[in-house]
């Protein structure tokens, strides 16, 4: 069965630094999301993202967050200027499309902030 | 605005005996319903989603779910619980403004006792 890739599966960053997450979708998917998972705390959407542009974002994804879908495969969280509070775990999802499609989800890439 | 809320959250049970995991929706429009599990260090796993259809919904590994809308409930139901069983589990709901953005609950942790 087709499943959604994320990598790295840990990523260690210092504070200040810049950081990109990857995500392989599932092939015919168009619709994809980026969620995160402070430790202890729900799961949180922070962007979706459909036809190659931000189709909604929450209040969560601010200027430091970053989109982009590069190359037809990849899907990149990119996040500037890291800070403390961006240690999370970070869950790539796709969807075929449409509000009743179940979205498959990666399993994460656990971001530590030192 | 879309909510869920999950009452529980820790569930624990003895192998073999009934499962149940509760959860409340709100929502402005016909929802879409979701339960999606959670192993250790895994990403998260559809179980089973309500769309409108059958008000009973069968999922994977024996789990269902009773949509009501008259309690706003869809609480997760399993009959006998297996070992493998314990995990972290959601209640989801779908948000329809075309994005299909999901909003999850605070997540119930099942344990299950030999």
């Known amino acids: 069965e087709p499943e959604v890739t994320q990598t790295p599966s840990h990523q260690v960053t210092q504070m200040g630094q810049e950081v990109i997450l990857r995500c392989v979708p599932i092939?015919?998917?168009?619709?994809f999301y980026w969620y995160r998972q402070i430790l202890g705390q729900k799961v949180e959407f922070l962007v979706s993202?459909?036809?190659?542009?931000?189709?909604?974002k929450s209040e969560i994804f601010d200027d430091q967050f970053s989109v982009e879908r590069p190359d037809g495969s990849n899907f990149t969280l990119k996040i500037r200027s890291t800070k403390l509070e961006d240690s999370a775990m970070y869950f790539c999802?796709?969807?075929?499309?449409?509000?009743?499609?179940?979205?498959?989800f990666g399993d994460g890439t656990r971001l530590s902030i030192l | 605005a879309q909510s869920v809320t999950q009452l529980d959250s820790h569930v624990s049970v003895s192998e073999g005996t009934p499962v149940l995991l509760r959860c409340n929706y709100s929502?402005?429009?016909?929802?879409?319903l979701f339960w999606y599990v959670q192993h250790p260090n895994k990403g998260l796993q559809l179980l089973l989603k309500?769309?409108?259809?059958?008000?009973l919904v069968k999922g994977i590994n024996g789990f269902e779910a009773e949509f009501k809308k008259s309690e706003t409930s869809f609480h997760l139901t399993k009959p006998s619980a297996h070992m493998s069983d314990a995990a972290e589990y959601f209640c989801?709901?779908?948000?329809?403004?075309?994005?299909?953005?999901?909003?999850f609950g605070t997540g119930t942790r099942l344990t299950v006792i030999p």
């Open positions: 999802a796709s969807s075929v499309e449409g509000a009743d499609q179940p979205q498959h």
């Open positions: 092939s015919n998917h168009l619709y």
């Open positions: 993202f459909y036809n190659n542009e931000i189709s909604e």
């Open positions: 929502s402005s429009y016909s929802p879409s």
């Open positions: 309500y769309t409108s259809a059958a008000t």
């Open positions: 989801v709901v779908s948000d329809w403004t075309g994005a299909n953005n999901l909003f």
